[in-house]
C-alpha cells in the first residue's frame, strides 16, 4: 500500500517551456513536504520544500504548490533547462522522523 | 565542506558474509538515516537515529542492524546478506528530523 505516489515514471518538456511533476499521497499526517533530484551515480540533492501551513514555495526557477485537500503535491519548473534532466523524489514527513518517498519521475528536458 | 561520505561504493559479496557500510557526515548533524533505492521502490527508509545511541526502525529493517556511538558516524550493518538485499544504498543526514537531508554518494550493493 503505497503512500505516496508519482504517477508519472517519466517526462519530457522542451527547452524554455514549464515543467510540472506530481506527487500524490494518502495519509493527512503528513505535514513537511520536499522536493530532491537526482542525477546518475549521485545521492539525491535537497530541492525546495513546503510546510503543511503554506500552499506555495517559490526559489528562483522552481515553485512546489500544495493542495492539502486533493493531498497533491506539484513542482514546476520554469523555464526548463537542459541540466534539470534527472531524476525527482518528493518526499513526505510527519514529524516523526519517518521520510516517505515517492518512486520518482525522470524529468528530460529536450534542447 | 559539508559533506556524507559512504564507504564503500561498490561491494559485491556472497549470500552470509557479514558486512558493514560505513557513514559519516561532518555538519555536526543529530538526525542520520539509512535508505535503499530499487526500481520502481523509489527511497525506502532501512533504519534512522535521532541522535547518539537513539535508533529506530524504518519501512524496512528486516536484515538489517544499526549502531550510533558517535555523533557522525552511523554504520549499516548486514549480519547475513541475501540476494533481495541487493540494491543502492544511501545514507543521509539532517540538523532536525523533519527538514531537509544531506545524501551520501550511494553504495551499490550485489549479493550472490
Known amino acids: 500500500d503505497q503512500q505516496v505516489k508519482q504517477n508519472s515514471p517519466s517526462l519530457s518538456v522542451q527547452e524554455g517551456r514549464i515543467s510540472i511533476l506530481n506527487c500524490d499521497y494518502t495519509n493527512s499526517m503528513f505535514d513537511y513536504f520536499l522536493w530532491y533530484k537526482k542525477y546518475p551515480a549521485e545521492g539525491p540533492t535537497f530541492l525546495i520544500s513546503i510546510s503543511s501551513i503554506k500552499d506555495k514555495n517559490e526559489d528562483g526557477r522552481f515553485t512546489v504548490f500544495l493542495n492539502k485537500s486533493a493531498k497533491h503535491l506539484s513542482l514546476h519548473i520554469v523555464p526548463s533547462q537542459p541540466g534539470d534532466s534527472a531524476v525527482y523524489f518528493c518526499?513526505?514527513?510527519?514529524?516523526?522522523?519517518?521520510?516517505?518517498f515517492g518512486t520518482g519521475t525522470r524529468l528530460k528536458v529536450l534542447a | 565542506e559539508a559533506q556524507v561520505t559512504q564507504n564503500p561504493r561498490y561491494l559485491i559479496t556472497v549470500t552470509g558474509k557479514k558486512l558493514t557500510v560505513t557513514c559519516s557526515q561532518n555538519m555536526n548533524h543529530e538526525y542520520m538515516s539509512w535508505y535503499r533505492q530499487d526500481p520502481g521502490l523509489g527511497l525506502r527508509q532501512i533504519y534512522y537515529?535521532?541522535?547518539?545511541?537513539?535508533?529506530d526502525k524504518g519501512d524496512v529493517p528486516e536484515g538489517y542492524k544499526v549502531s550510533r556511538k558517535e555523533k557522525r558516524n552511523f554504520p549499516l550493518i548486514l549480519e547475513s546478506p541475501s540476494p533481495n538485499q541487493t540494491s543502492l544504498y544511501f545514507c543521509?543526514?539532517?540538523?532536525?528530523?523533519?527538514?531537509?537531508?544531506?545524501f551520501g554518494p550511494g553504495t551499490r550493493l550485489t549479493v550472490t
Open positions: 543521509a543526514s539532517s540538523l532536525t528530523g523533519s527538514g531537509e537531508q544531506y
Open positions: 537515529s535521532m541522535n547518539v545511541e537513539v535508533t
Open positions: 518526499a513526505l514527513s510527519s514529524g516523526t522522523y519517518k521520510y516517505i
